[in-house]
């Protein structure tokens, strides 16, 4: 009996420099119509750190690595990285492997 592949769970946690905080929720909110409609998106969700709203925190799904590698070299994710950099103090993308429990 084959198992079914595991689905890529990814967490991007994003620090806005001080002041740019709008900007950056826009920039982030411009790509998720596009990412959305994406093959192989399963879930796609922009937040922002409830204690600290400098701090996004980016959850989303992916049905293979594939999938998520396409995304990460898709033109309106490249165009949002080149621009991203003016704005951001750090930035962190953490693919990760499903171990127990539900979906992401």
Not at 57 to 71: F, I, K, M, N, Y
């Amino acid at each position: 009996m084959t198992l079914p592949a595991a689905t890529i769970p990814v967490v991007a946690i994003f620090r806005a420099k001080p002041g740019t905080e709008a900007i950056v929720e826009a920039l982030f909110r411009g790509v998720i119509a596009d990412t959305l409609a994406e093959e192989g998106c399963i879930t796609y969700q922009l937040n922002r750190d409830a204690a600290d709203p400098a701090r996004f925190v980016w959850t989303e799904e992916w049905a293979s690595r594939a999938l998520l590698d396409r995304h990460l070299a898709a033109p309106h994710i490249a165009k949002l990285f080149a621009e991203l950099p003016h704005y951001i103090e750090s930035s962190e993308v953490i693919p990760l492997t499903p171990l127990a429990g539900g979906a992401a």
